[in-house]
């Protein structure tokens, strides 16, 4: 591919700049993940570490597809499953030695790399055709296809039952046994910077470039001598690929997987994962999949209605919050740094005040549902305050914040409007 | 013989039902480039709405009342969700009501419980009409059939036969101009946002008790739906309407052939106890529509009646 | 709203009190939403019912037991990540039975996690999921089976139809996993062997808590001309195959295995009377103690919802009792090895022995069939005024019900 950008010296960062902006944010990554295991986590923290691991890497390479390809796919978990399932006959193949015994399990990953991605290719080579709705719509035909046709084929996706194995068979590698779970989350974090890393290189390259030209005019790219189909069926093979490669991780780390593991309900969450994180930023991805995976062991214990804060919280998100919690991260960072930071400030502890306001109110309304829809007779009990739905007081508790909060953040929004900031 | 009768029987009125869920999608689609996803959670609604109206009075109440409270939610969900996130384009309008899916469902979860309602039957229509070949036909699927032909009819006298429907038919495919010429396009949408809505309510009434009322109908039916919206043709209720039939009676057919691919290709010499083999033809029914779908799709973009590509 | 869940969910309040001083915590991971979480339900409700019933009388050893709900969805990797849960949160007993899919995915992984870690061992208490397998070629130290399984029923169902000169076209009708196989494939050879005249006319396999609507499927097995179906079905697909079956009008006899489901009952109604069977470890009307009556009563005021069924659950649990008081320990391997080989009387007059070669429960089998109340029925089930009652011959002793193993069993030291 020819070099199609210009060179302008003084365009180009300094390589101060560049590294604070390339190589220091890797770092610090690198350095938290050798950290974490001198803290001794428990049995769960490692879970919930490693699952993260898992969408980190998804959501990263779904977010290849969305954010820098402008491509919605309902249908991403298909490659996620294709190649988690080739690392887990793999890892049958393992035990049962012949020429696979020499493999070891810890590079298991790069097969579902390729599982991934051969499998988007072929997919891909129709599905790139359009963009946009039917892209989208041949996404969801595709994995409604797949999944149900899978349950046709037990000798590849095992039925109902799915197809598991044994991790700790094959020979060992950098003195791991693969057995304990501080075992894999060496092999977790090895996997995950390493396709961090990759995934970020590769939006550096003429390639991620174009697929983000192909997003927003296509027509042009086509104008300059590109073919914008081939570049999405490029850059959706090489996201295959990757959601295939975090396939590969979550087959070595649960040892299972399943015919559910295509259907739309993961490839939902992944979505739902980049874009709560912000899909126009690299690093929201990552951020998405920390926190809903967090949410999804941690608040699942709190409260019940957890999967109704989540669609709540993504469906605020496409309303007023397009650019993700990355974009409210950064710009508050950068707001905080600009100009006129003590009027910013000010604006958006109003905002905040607003929110919580309505979140009080909103949190209390569902929770006290939840329990009148039990008829457990409990009540909603936070910091020794006590709510059930036949109490006025409860309604007023519920009411009273939501209205005020609705009307402070309307004369936010009426001063943004006198003052375009 | 009597496969065929059955599968026709069932067949048409299953398609008729998706004709019902259909026609809301395939008019918001086709007007406002909205695929709105929660469609099928409307349809949900509806029959939880039926439910709970039907528990306090009757279900002939509940058979009116339910699709109008599901289309009155539709046109508030238009009028402050889906206009506010119009202006960020098609794939944020999907994405919300890829989001608003999950929150019905889960407000459902909360409402209802996790496990199915007992929605039944109203036991004036639990009889049988008639028996065929030892089976007995049950009164309210012919009721199904009535219903859905009535809805049928309405729809084709309020769009064909109205002003309004009129102007529908040409926002339908020249929005801007309707526009242009004074009429209030917004409202138009909402309208027909809450008539799809309602569309889709009344078949979650009707169906929710012959199928199953529980907080997974609504996923369990969505895709099928896009598959009727596409294969039968943006902007048109003519194609929407073959799509529908058609699909029933494929699935239909289908469940009630029990020949393997081995029968089917014994040609070939493919072996009865192969995994490819073994394959039955009525286990290939919930695969089919999909099937359909991705073949559409790729062969010919505008499906079976639509005007312009998708 | 509804109120449905009311009393269940006041029972797990009160198990939640305990909680704090409980000492032996045993993880109950079975689908509690969906299709089959009535199911599943049914079977909590049980277990807890018959933990406060021993914490109430003094626990095991002194000690108190626990039981808590994971939710898996009938899913086998759900299960997993809830397995893991379940044992962080520091149970080492663990509950499951529906779905035989789910099952093999937990017994692999039991395996696996106490392999890995040694004195921190793991046992599966399996109630329910009867894939023969499971104390076949794929027994394990660590899984006990309380209930009968697939062979031993289907022998119960071959016996009864040897005897049924009427019947000549038999009907098969399953869930496509590895138990709808099983069962299907146990019928195919049993009839073979115990009445070749029969002429086996369908063989149909449809996707698991799948299918909403069974009139196809019914209006196949009329035009088949069946004089009896054969189904292993449970859960949501048994009640809406039941459903179908009562809109098609049809007289054909169903021999199940789970016609007890929750409204497969009340779908038929009058319909079910002589034409719906099932085969289980006991039935509510037989000739029992008064204790027990008063246990069935109970159950049924708490959880109106549901009715006594899993009899194995409250078997199951006793028998963990007389197992850990005979090892003088709660400790999984001690408990595992008192278990083997223990007999227990169950409240219906007969004896549950755990068989040591291969842990199966070895129990009676009854055949039964719907009759209205009154009519030689005391409690009727899923609300309405039907129950069930033994038919004439249907009782089957735990010897005859026996089945043999090829189970290698492999013990810790």
């Not at chain 1, 595709?142 to 899978?150: C, D, P, S, T």
């Not at chain 1, 209605?305 to 990355?326: D, E, N, S, T």
């Amino acid at each position: 591919m020819s070099d199609v950008s210009q060179t302008h010296a003084s365009l180009a960062p300094s390589s101060a700049q560049k590294f604070r902006q390339r190589f220091l944010p890797f770092l610090v990554f690198g350095a938290i993940l050798l950290l974490i295991p001198m803290t001794d986590p428990s049995r769960t923290m490692y879970a919930l570490m490693h699952q993260m691991a898992i969408y980190i890497v998804f959501a990263l390479a779904y977010n290849m597809l969305l954010g820098k390809g402008g491509m919605l796919s309902f249908g991403h978990a298909v490659y996620f499953g294709f190649g988690g399932y080739l690392c887990m006959h793999a890892m049958n193949w393992i035990d049962d030695g012949g020429v696979w015994g020499a493999f070891p399990t810890f590079f298991l990953p790069v097969l579902g790399f390729v599982g991934g991605a051969v499998s988007a290719v072929v997919i891909g080579s129709f599905s790139t055709k359009r963009s946009g709705t039917t892209f989208a719509m041949i996404s969801l035909g595709v994995a409604e296809l797949i999944f149900a046709g899978a349950f046709m084929f037990d000798s590849l996706f095992g039925g109902e039952q799915g197809i598991s194995g044994d991790r700790m068979n094959g020979p060992e590698v950098f003195g791991l046994s693969m057995g304990p779970q501080s075992d894999i989350y060496w092999f977790m974090a090895f996997w995950t910077i390493l396709s961090v890393i990759a995934m970020y290189a590769f939006t550096r390259t003429p390639l991620g470039r174009l697929s983000e030209a192909v997003r927003d005019n296509p027509q042009r790219v086509e104008f300059i001598g590109y073919n914008p189909q081939r570049v999405r069926w490029l850059v959706f093979s090489i996201s295959g690929g990757f959601a295939g490669l975090a396939g590969g991780m979550s087959a070595v780390n649960y040892e299972i997987f399943t015919p559910e593991a295509l259907s739309l309900i993961p490839s939902g969450f992944v979505l739902i994962m980049a874009y709560v994180g912000g899909i126009t930023y690299f690093a929201g991805p990552i951020m998405g999949a920390v926190l809903l995976t967090y949410m999804s062991s941690m608040m699942s214990d709190f409260t019940e209605a957890w999967l109704l804060y989540l669609g709540l919280m993504f469906v605020l998100i496409v309303m007023y919050a397009p650019r993700g919690i990355a974009g409210i991260v950064f710009g508050f960072w950068d707001g905080i740094r600009g100009a006129n930071s003590a009027e910013l400030l000010r604006k958006w502890s109003v905002q905040l005040l607003g929110c919580l306001l309505m979140l009080i109110g909103l949190i209390i309304l569902v929770e006290v549902s939840v329990r009148w829809s039990n008829g457990w007779g409990e009540a909603f009990e936070p910091f020794g305050l006590h709510f059930t739905h036949a109490d006025i007081v409860t309604w007023i508790a519920i009411f009273v914040p939501i209205v005020a909060g609705g009307y402070v953040l309307r004369l936010a929004t009426r001063e943004k409007e006198e003052m375009p900031a | 013989m009597e496969t065929i009768v059955f599968a026709l029987l069932n067949g048409v009125i299953y398609g008729l039902l998706l004709f019902m869920l259909s026609s809301g999608l395939t008019l918001i689609f086709s007007m406002m480039g909205v695929l709105n996803f929660a469609h099928a959670s409307f349809y949900m609604l509806g029959a939880y709405f039926a439910y709970t109206i039907m528990g306090a009075t009757s279900f002939w109440l509940a058979l009116f009342i339910a699709p109008i409270l599901v289309g009155l939610v539709g046109a508030v969900v238009e009028r402050y969700g889906l206009r506010k996130v119009h202006a960020n384009g098609h794939v944020a309008e999907l994405l919300f009501t890829f989001g608003l899916a999950y929150l019905i469902e889960e407000i459902v979860k909360i409402v209802y419980g996790k496990t199915a309602v007992d929605y039944k039957i109203p036991s004036l229509l639990d009889f049988p009409a008639f028996t065929i070949y030892g089976a007995s036909f049950p009164a309210y699927r012919m009721f199904m059939l009535f219903i859905a032909i009535g809805m049928l009819v309405g729809l084709w006298f309020l769009l064909k036969k109205t002003r309004a429907g009129l102007i529908i038919q040409a926002a339908l495919t020249h929005p801007h101009m309707v526009g242009h010429l004074g009429h209030n396009v917004p409202l138009i949408f909402m309208t027909v946002f809450g008539i799809g809505c309602a569309l889709a309510g009344l078949a979650g009434v009707i169906a929710g008790n012959i199928f199953v009322t529980d907080p997974a109908m609504a996923v369990l039916m969505g895709p099928i739906v896009f598959v009727v919206v596409v294969v039968g043709g943006i902007g048109s209720l003519e194609g929407a309407f073959l799509a529908s039939i058609l699909i029933g009676l494929l699935q239909n057919f289908a469940v009630g052939i029990s020949a393997s691919f081995a029968d089917i290709f014994w040609f070939t010499g493919l072996s009865p106890t192969s995994e490819i083999g073994d394959i039955t033809v009525s286990s290939l029914a919930p695969v089919l529509p999909f099937l359909l779908l991705v073949l559409m799709l790729i062969f010919r973009p505008r499906g079976l009646m639509g005007e312009q590509e998708l | 709203m509804s109120i449905k869940t009311a009393a269940f969910a006041a029972a797990v309040s009160v198990v939640a009190v305990t909680a704090a001083q409980a000492d032996i915590k045993m993880a109950f991971i079975d689908p509690l939403s969906g299709p089959f979480g009535p199911s599943g339900e049914a079977a909590y409700t049980s277990f807890i019912l018959e933990a406060e019933k021993i914490n109430a009388a003094g626990g095991v050893n002194g000690e108190m037991i626990e039981v808590t709900g994971y939710d898996n969805k009938i899913n086998p990797k759900e299960s997993l990540v809830q397995f893991q849960k379940a044992i962080d949160d520091g149970a080492r007993y663990i509950f499951q039975g529906n779905g035989s899919s789910v099952a093999a995915a937990l017994i692999e992984a039991v395996n696996k996690h106490n392999k890995r870690n040694p004195g921190d061992e793991v046992v599966f208490f399996n109630y329910a999921a009867v894939t023969p397998a499971f104390t076949n070629e794929a027994c394990s130290f660590y899984h006990f089976r309380f209930d009968a399984h697939v062979d031993m029923k289907m022998a119960a169902i071959t016996d009864y139809i040897k005897g049924q000169e009427g019947i000549k076209k038999v009907y098969l009708i399953g869930q496509d996993y590895v138990f709808g196989q099983a069962v299907a494939a146990a019928a195919e050879s049993m009839i073979k062997e115990k009445r070749p005249d029969i002429e086996i006319v369908g063989n149909e396999l449809h996707p698991l808590g799948k299918v909403k609507d069974f009139t196809p499927y019914i209006q196949k097995i009329i035009s088949s001309g069946a004089d009896a179906v054969i189904t292993g079905n449970w859960g949501a697909d048994m009640q809406l195959l039941m459903k179908a079956a009562a809109e098609s009008g049809s007289d054909i006899p169903y021999l199940t295995f789970y016609g007890g489901s929750k409204g497969a009952v009340a779908a038929l109604a009058d319909g079910a009377i002589d034409r719906l069977y099932q085969v289980t470890e006991a039935i509510t009307n037989l000739e029992t103690s008064d204790e027990q009556n008063a246990l069935v009563e109970e159950y049924k005021e708490r959880f109106p919802d549901y009715d006594y069924y899993y009899h194995r659950a409250f078997n199951a649990m006793r028998m963990f009792k007389a197992a850990a008081e005979k090892a003088g320990s709660v400790d999984p391997i001690p408990v595992a090895k008192a278990l083997e080989g223990l007999t227990i009387d169950e409240a219906y007059g007969g004896q549950v022995t755990m068989r040591a070669e291969d842990h199966q429960a070895q129990q009676n089998l009854y055949i039964s069939t719907v009759a209205k109340v009154g009519d030689g029925v005391t409690y009727g089930v899923d609300n309405v005024d039907y129950g069930w009652k033994l038919v004439e011959g249907g009782s089957i002793d735990a010897a005859s019900a026996e089945q043999p193993t090829t189970c290698e069993m492999e013990r810790p030291e």
